[in-house]
């Protein structure tokens, strides 16, 4: 338990939320922490709808279907993040039923950073007041990395958000499926309830939990440190733009987005790296795609 | 992978159900078992009501909630099992509606297991036909140590059960929180999704999964054999009994159910064991209690 607040306490600081008004766990990984973000919303908003991206792990249609919640499904950017336009659409559209809204940062496979500004925004715009909307951010992978990143959009309790989950086998390399789970205190009386033989109160999902989690991401935060950290994060996106370079060069389409280190490119034929020139253009936007036509069309 | 299938053959082969015919995985708990079988349940009757015991781990109440299922608790008697008079009373107010019915193979603080024949005779009794119900047995304890107590509860597939789970971290006694959850192939297609991203079809709760939970496991099986765990088994169950003596021989009541190994006194003052002598019949029942008038009342 030591080394879970430990951790907790040091996400709870990244993500700019008081000690005395957070409350969270070490999970087993990013479904875990998307179940008991989506479940708190529904609790918070017992008739609300889930809205989420096209682009989002599977997992939250799933947790829609397991929580009988009515999901909305939102049509994504070129770039995998969800399309304001559309979310302010579905938003008017439903108006008489509160939001919860699950954001990606970033998507699963294009690593697309939903815009938490412009859906705040977007929320605000449709007249949604504070009661009425809860957001959840699946930060799974790009949560430990936007951080290290200036200019990059920026998490946080101060901006009206319900919680933040990320993974712990991702980015920090724990060598088993973990997870946080960060939310706000006051959330958490709603669905907890006191249990006598275990001499403590349960508002998990698995109930018990594994005790090398908490050691493992203690471990990996401790011994890389914020510079550490910094430093892999900063390798990686250097790294990501290495290889969007170098495929583009060898004339492969390929894509990046902006503070992300997932490079898309087509799936090669075979374990010899065979790629056909096939037109890629609707899945990752023209100006990535590397087919005859759209080659001709620009350079790079 | 090769791990898991080992480990989950194990099982089915312990619970009688062919190869071709039965699909499972490793879960991260006892939880997570009951996460999913009480969902392949919903998901096979979406408008049943979940019955389970006042006596069942408190999770089961946990999930009802978080499944939006009607659930409705069944007394018990004082050896913590399902009252099945009272079981049958709960069904036949409600025949209008399939069954989804939670077994306790023990429960958590008794150690009562469910008399799955005398459930199954109730169910029948009161007109449910298989398409009607589904039974889901929390096996978390008992279920490695039933198999190897001559004249205990089998339990079997060939019986019309839906879902079996065990937990890996109490009997086996696995590092970390595991678990085992078997059910039949023919229910899961109904809820699974191809998963393009990891070439497989998603059927679970957790998403990722532990890769060391299933060496755990069959690391577990293999060491100890048929014959170490019959052999544990028997050694825990001649201590609980001896236990259970030498309280009684103190003046302290106790209880012990049949085929159990835990046995129920009341909570000590503090760490140097002291007890008061309250009568605890209520709980236990007249013949475990120790109090100055129960005592008297009979000779042990």
Redesign the interface.
Known sequence: MKFEVSVLDWFAKLWEIEKNEYWGYVT?????GN?HGI?VGREQLPDGILYTSEDSH??IF?IA????MRCVKVASLISGEIDCAQLETSLLANKDKPAIINLNIGT??KGGINDLDLVIKTIDKCGFTNDQFYIHCDDALFGIMLPFMKQALRISFKKPIGSVTISG?KFLGC???CGVLITRLKYINA?S?D?D?IASR?AT????????APVFLWYALTIKGLTGLENEVHNCIFKARYLLNQLRGAGIGAMLNEYSNIVVFERPLDDNFTLQSLCIAKDVGSRNCACSIHKLSRNY
Not at 28 to 32: S, V
Not at 65 to 68: A, E, I, L, P, T
């Open positions: 087993t990984g990013g479904t875990e179940l479940l599977y997992s799933k279907r397991m929580y009988r699963t496979l086998h060598p088993s499926p669905f309830r249990v033989y349960d999902i698995t109930g018990s939990r594994c005790g090398h």
